[in-house]
């Protein structure tokens, strides 16, 4: 009970109060969500808790190293904005070049309930973006339809299941484990699974993206 | 591509102002009026769809070319058309060198001239 004492002594003195307030709201929020959604992005939720309760262990070995807990929270804010910056940057580019959608993905777009957009350049391109699917038209020009679908496929499981990104990197910088998680393989296994694995080899063969050869490879095996 | 200080005068026909694929993929563009990429690709053997892609992109963003997205019933692509016939490109890139060479010489480039219009 005396170290319990001792240490919020220490926190009241340093003027720690709000801060460790925070942490320990956030690290609570990331457990509940944890706990209902088991999302693995939450998982770094309980990183983060460790994270914290090493700084609480900080504290109470020594107050004086309390700077620790400003340093970190500055960390985490510089990093906070410049994520969110990024965001903003790949929002207006998106903006800037997305034409809508287009009628012949339509079919796509009912079959897997999603909303396609397509990205008016030349270059090959498919990613998930605040919950729509984006898709270039270098892309859409080199593939056939079935071989789009997969790519689609892909992306959509990326939408469904997988950790959003923007979440997992806030997290990881949070809890300093930089941890970048890839579910690449399992969202080819999804898109081989849901439209076929000719496709989806097709797809990979044809935009020559890195590492195709790989990816068809573990799909192979 | 067609900036003063890129012009190559030794080189032959259009590939004085314009890269040797620029050349190739303008000269078909004329030709056909309207191409997608692929269409272009077949003609050029050589060249790589990323190569001809990237050539295109660049030839659209210095508006030599327009593209639109063309979509029917099982392909959407690109269709690419030239901005302004091979003479009106001409006339553009003529006026383009004149201005420089007026800007250096003056009256003697329209001396010059002149004398062209007299042997020709
Ligand atoms: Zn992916």
Same mark, same amino acid.
């Given at each position: 009970m005396e170290a319990v004492e001792c240490f919020i002594d220490c926190i009241v003195n340093a003027n720690l109060v709000i801060p460790v307030i925070i942490l320990l709201g956030i690290a609570a929020i990331c457990l509940i969500f944890f706990i209902i959604k088991r999302r693995y992005e939450l998982l770094l939720g309980a990183q983060f808790i460790m994270s914290i309760i090493i700084i609480i262990n900080l504290l109470s070995m020594n107050c004086y190293m309390h700077s620790w807990i400003w340093i970190y929270l500055g960390i985490i804010l510089t990093g906070s904005i410049i994520i969110v910056l990024i965001k903003y940057l790949i929002d207006t580019y998106i903006n800037n070049k997305n034409v809508g959608s287009i009628s012949y993905l339509s079919d796509i777009e009912n079959e897997f309930n999603v909303q396609i957009n397509v990205i008016d350049s030349p270059i090959i391109r498919a990613f998930?973006?605040? /919950?729509?699917?984006?898709?270039?038209?270098?892309?859409? +020009?080199?593939?056939? /339809?079935?071989?789009?679908?997969?790519?689609?496929?892909? +992306?959509?499981?990326?939408?469904?299941?997988?950790p959003n990104k923007i979440i997992s990197s806030l997290l990881a910088l949070a809890s300093f484990s930089f941890y970048r998680y890839s579910d690449e393989f399992s969202a080819e296994k999804y898109a081989a699974n849901v439209t076929s694995k000719e496709s989806l080899i097709n797809a990979l063969k044809k935009l020559d993206i890195k590492d195709s050869e790989k990816r068809i490879k573990n799909l192979s095996s | 591509m067609v900036k003063i200080e890129r012009i190559s005068l030794y080189k032959e026909g259009i590939t004085k102002f314009f890269s040797p694929n620029e050349a190739r993929i303008m000269q078909l563009l004329w030709k056909n009026k309207k191409m997608t990429s692929n269409g272009i690709k077949k003609e050029l053997d050589d060249l790589s769809l990323a190569c001809v892609a990237g050539t295109l992109d660049r030839l659209v963003k210095s508006g030599y070319a327009n593209r639109k997205i063309d979509e029917t019933k099982n392909r959407v692509s690109y269709i690419y058309s030239p901005i302004g016939s091979?003479?009106?490109?001409?006339?553009?890139?003529?006026?383009?060198?004149?201005?420089?060479?007026?800007?250096t010489f003056g009256s003697s480039v329209l001396d010059a001239i002149g004398k062209i219009k007299k042997k020709g």
């Open positions: 998930i973006f605040l /919950k729509r699917i984006y898709i270039s038209m270098g892309l859409i +020009e080199r593939l056939e /339809k079935d071989e789009i679908k997969a790519v689609i496929a892909h +992306e959509v499981y990326h939408l469904r299941y997988s | 091979r003479k009106t490109v001409g006339e553009k890139i003529s006026e383009k060198v004149l201005e420089s060479l007026v800007d």
